[in-house]
């Protein structure tokens, strides 16, 4: 798979700073992953924070990159429930006109709920990526249904730079039905269902409506999903 590295982030310094069917959450420490199959979802997915609204901002948390990786498949061999991932971004205060020539970067834990680039996973950099957005506001990503670990409840996070200036650090939420349907086989079982809800966690209890996702698909052929970051430039 290519990759292109560009320089390393400066993001350490945001640690703690901090969604046509369209997808949006960190918190404590994560805790290394095994394997499932992955295969091509059906379906196509519902809007997420589809209204012309402001996104809300989240914490950038564990653990941003520390390097570029433009891409649009971030998985290097992680296994799991496929998910493919589209992000729209729009201008809020242009009436929801699509931002061109965005990079949306996303990260994630894997299966086994580790974040690459950081513990025992540092020499790693799967599961991290980003795409510069078309003339319609989008991207595609291609990855795995995220996992999870203590204190959080599953999420992936989004960064959204215009001009080289950050203009919106948020999170996705997944609904628990799904999660449920997922963590229960393949490369998740070992780890069991995530004992906390969303509405439970501190991140997602003001602003869970604007960051839940609603992919559709299933465990067995993977899943699809969009979210529309709302950002004001």
């Keep these: 798979m290519a990759q292109t590295r560009i320089g390393r982030r400066q993001a350490l310094g945001v640690i703690g700073a901090a ?3 369209w997808v949006a959450g960190c918190g404590s420490s994560p805790s290394s992953p095994s394997i499932s199959g992955t295969s091509t979802p ?3 997915a519902t809007v997420a924070g589809g209204a012309c609204a402001v996104t809300p901002s989240e914490t950038a948390g564990p653990f941003p990159s520390l390097g570029d990786f433009f891409r649009s498949d971030i998985r290097e ?3 799991g429930t496929l ?3 589209n992000i729209k971004v729009v201008n809020s205060s242009s009436e929801c006109a699509p931002v061109a020539n965005a990079n949306v970067e996303i990260w994630h834990v894997d299966a086994a709920g580790d974040y690459s680039q950081y513990g025992s996973q540092s020499g790693q950099t799967f599961l991290r990526g980003i795409q510069t957005t078309n003339a319609a506001g989008d991207v ?3 990855t795995i249904y995220p996992g999870w670990y203590q204190g959080r409840a599953t999420h992936i996070h989004i960064e959204v730079t215009v001009g080289g200036r950050s203009v919106k650090v948020t999170q996705i939420a997944f609904p628990e039905s799904i999660n449920d349907s997922v963590y229960p086989s393949g490369v998740y079982a070992s780890r069991g269902s995530n004992p906390l809800s969303n509405a439970r966690d501190g991140i997602f209890a003001d602003s869970l409506s604007s960051e839940l996702v609603t992919p559709s698909g299933s465990a067995g052929s993977g899943y699809a999903a969009a979210f529309q ?5």
Excluded at 229 to 233: L, P
Aim: aromatic letters at 4%; charged letters at 5%.
């Design 229 to 233: 970051v709302g950002v004001t430039v």
């Design 140 to 142: 595609t990503f291609t």
């Design 19 to 21: 969604g046509t069917a």
């Design 77 to 79: 061999g992680k296994q």
């Design 42 to 44: 059906t379906g196509s």
């Design 83 to 85: 998910l493919t991932l």
